[in-house]
C-alpha cells in the first residue's frame, strides 16, 4: 500500500477528534443500506440518526453536526425533504454531504435534483467517476449504480467541479482523488471486494460526514475517510466469502486506531 | 450479573411459550431496523410481517397476534397508517407496543404522533430515558436516537405514564427498569456494546411485541424481553469488533433457552 | 440431495453466463430486504440497482437487463411505480420476476394489484404455496408472509396459473417446483434454516431476475436459481446461530461455482 504517511498522521487525529466528540450526524440515504450506514457510524464513534419526514428535517438539521444526502432510492417526497435539509445547511451553516448515487444513467429526475442540491453549497461531494462526469454533463460509461469509468480520467474533471461549486470532491475507485481543485490527495490500496458490497460507498459518504462534523478542514477530512475506508478494506477477512467480509469490514472500522492506519 | 432468578424462570417459559404459538406480529418499524427486525423475531420463533400501507394495516392488525410501532423515520403518510393500526388494535384488543424513538429532540412532528397514539392504548411503551421525560414533557438532555439520561434518574417519571395511560413502561438502558406503576422490575447486566449495534432498542421493541403476542401477562412479558435481549449480549462475541457482535448477537437470541436464561 | 444432476449442469452453466454478462438487476423490492437483496446479486456476480420513483422506473427499465418486483412492503405510491415499470418491461421485452409477497390474506390491496401486474407478462412468478393459492383464488392457510400450505398440494394450481399467463411458476417451500405448466423441475435438499433467515425467497426472486437477465430459457433460469439457492443453503454453516447462518449464506452464494453445484 503506497499511503501517504502524511495522511494517515492526519486521518489518526481527526479519527481520534471524532471518537472524543461523538458528532451527530443527520442521514437522508437510501433505502438499501440504512443499516450498514448507522451500524458503521457508531463503530467509528459518531451518533446516525435517520430523520426525513419534511415536517422534521429543518429542524433536525440545526441540532446535527452534519448531514449527508444520498440520493440511492430517491422518490419525489424525499427530493423534497432532502432540499428543505440542503437549504437549512446552508442557512446554518451545518456542514454537508452530497452523495448523488447513479446521476446519469439517463435518470433526469434524480440528476435535476442533485444540481438544485449544489446550489445549497455541499462542504464534500463524495461520488464515483461516472457521477461526476454527469454532474458536468460528460458522457459516462456508468452502469446502474457502479462506475465503468476510471477516476483517473475524471480527475480534470473533479477539480472542475470543487472550483465551480467551491467544494470538496472525494472521487473513490480503485484510486481515490479528494480534490479542492487546488490541491488533490491520491489514495491508493483498498481491495477489490469492497466493490462487491453493497453501499460501501454509501457508508464512505457517510464516514466523510462524521468526519467534517467535527473537523473543519473538510478536505483533509473527507481524505482521512478515504484512507480509513481502503485501510479497513486491507484488514478485512477475505478468505470466506463477501458474507464475512462485509462483518469483517465494519469489525476493522470499529477497532481502526492511530497504529492500524499507520502500519504499512 | 444480577438477574433476579424469578424473572429468568418466568423469561423461560414465556421464551417456551412463543416458541410453541409462533405469534404473528405486526411490524410497522423503521427503515434502518426492518431486516435486523425481521431476523430477531424469526431467531426467537416469531412470525415478522413487515405491512405499513393505509389500506392494508387495520385488516393485517385483526389477523396479528400483536403490532409494534415504531416512529424512527416516521413521516406524514406512515404516521397515518400507525395512527389506523393503533386505533384497530384497540377496537380488536390486539395488544401493541409503541416504541417513540427520539421524541423530544425539538421534533414536534413525532412527539405530537406519539401523544395521539397514546390514546389507543399501548400495552407497553419500549423507550429510553430521554423519551419518556420527552412523553412527559420533561426536560430531556437527549442527542439523536440515543439516551444521555439515566433510567435511574427517570424511574419516576416512568411510573407516573404507566399509571397516567394504564400501560407498562420498559425502559430501557445501563439498567432497565420495567413498571406499570405498581410493581417495577430492575435487570441488570447486558453489555456496552448493545449500544454500539442500530436497532438493539427497537429490536428489543419487537421481541416485546412478540411476547405480549401470546402472554397476557404484559408486565413480566416485557421484563422477560429486557432480560433476554441483556442475556444475549452478555454471551455474545465482544473480541472482534462490531460487526461480529451483531451477528452474534442475533446467534445468541435463536439459541436462547432456559439453562442459558437461568446461568449466572 | 437428491438433486438432479441435469439440472445442476445447468445451473453451472447459466451461473457462468452470469458471471460474464453482469446483468443489470432494476430492483423494486421491499424495505426489509433491499441490503440482502443486493448483496446476494452482488455475491452472484449481478449488478443491483433500486430505483423507485414513479418518474424513473420506466427510463431505468429500458436500461435494465430485467426487472425485479416485490410486494412486500407495498404502499399506494410504491404500487404505481411497480406498475409503470411492468408495463414498460411489456413493452420493451425486458422480462421481469413477480414476487407476490404475501398475497391473499385478506390484504385485498396488494392481491388487487397483483392481479393488475400478471396482466403485465411476468415472465416468471416466484413464490410459496399459499401465494399461488391466493392468485388462484383458492383458499390458503397462509399466516403472513409464510406459507403453511405444502407446494406438493399446491402443484396443480402453479400449473394452472403458469398455463394462464404463459408464464413460468417457480413454488418454493421443503420442495421446490418450477413449471411453465407443460414440463415441471423438482427441486429437493435446502435446509429448515433457509425458512429462519428474513427475505431468503425474496432475494430468491431476485436471482431469478438475475439469471433471466442473461439466459431466454427463464424455466431452466429459474430451476438454476432454486437449486443454487438449496445448495448454498445446505453448504452454510448451521453450527453457530441463525445470526452465522445468513452470513454464511451469502459467503456460499459468492463462492458458488461449477464443483459445488454438481456435488452430491
Known amino acids: 500500500m503506497c499511503t501517504n504517511q502524511l495522511e494517515a498522521a492526519f486521518a489518526s487525529s481527526y479519527l481520534q477528534k471524532l471518537n472524543r466528540d461523538k ?7 437510501n433505502d438499501v443500506v ?3 450506514t448507522a451500524n458503521i457510524l457508531l463503530a467509528i464513534g459518531a451518533i446516525p440518526a435517520m430523520v426525513i419526514a419534511k415536517e422534521e428535517t429543518a429542524d433536525f438539521v440545526h441540532i446535527a453536526d452534519s448531514v ?27 456542514p454537508w454531504v452530497l452523495d448523488p ?9 434524480r440528476s435535476n435534483i442533485a444540481k438544485q442540491l449544489l446550489r445549497f453549497k455541499p462542504a464534500v461531494i463524495r461520488c464515483n467517476a461516472s457521477e461526476i462526469l454527469a454532474l458536468a454533463d460528460k458522457t459516462s460509461i456508468g452502469k446502474g449504480p457502479d462506475s465503468q469509468d476510471s477516476t483517473d480520467a475524471a480527475l480534470n474533471v473533479a477539480k472542475t467541479i470543487a472550483l465551480q461549486y467551491q467544494t470538496v470532491v472525494a472521487m473513490t475507485g480503485k484510486t481515490d482523488y479528494i480534490t479542492d481543485g487546488y490541491t488533490t490527495y491520491v489514495i491508493d490500496g483498498g481491495d477489490i471486494a469492497l466493490t462487491k458490497v453493497t453501499g460501501v460507498g454509501c457508508a464512505l459518504s457517510a464516514v466523510v460526514a462524521a468526519m467534517i462534523g467535527c473537523n473543519t478542514n473538510h478536505l483533509l477530512a473527507a481524505a482521512s475517510s478515504c484512507l480509513m475506508m481502503k485501510k479497513a478494506g486491507e484488514l478485512a477477512d477475505k478468505h470466506h466469502g463477501l458474507g ?4 469483517s469490514l465494519l469489525d476493522q472500522l470499529s477497532l481502526m486506531n492511530a497504529a492500524r492506519l499507520l502500519e504499512q
Chains 1, 2, 3 share one sequence.
Open 34 to 36: 440504512q443499516n450498514f
Open 23 to 29: 458528532p451527530l450526524i443527520h442521514c437522508m440515504t
Open 244 to 247: 464475512t467480509f462485509a462483518i
Open 101 to 109: 448515487v447513479a446521476v446519469g444513467n439517463a435518470l433526469t429526475f
Open 68 to 94: 449527508l444526502i444520498n440520493l440511492g432510492t430517491i422518490t419525489q417526497w424525499s427530493s423534497k425533504s432532502m432540499l428543505i435539509a440542503a437549504q437549512a445547511a446552508m442557512v446554518t451553516q451545518t
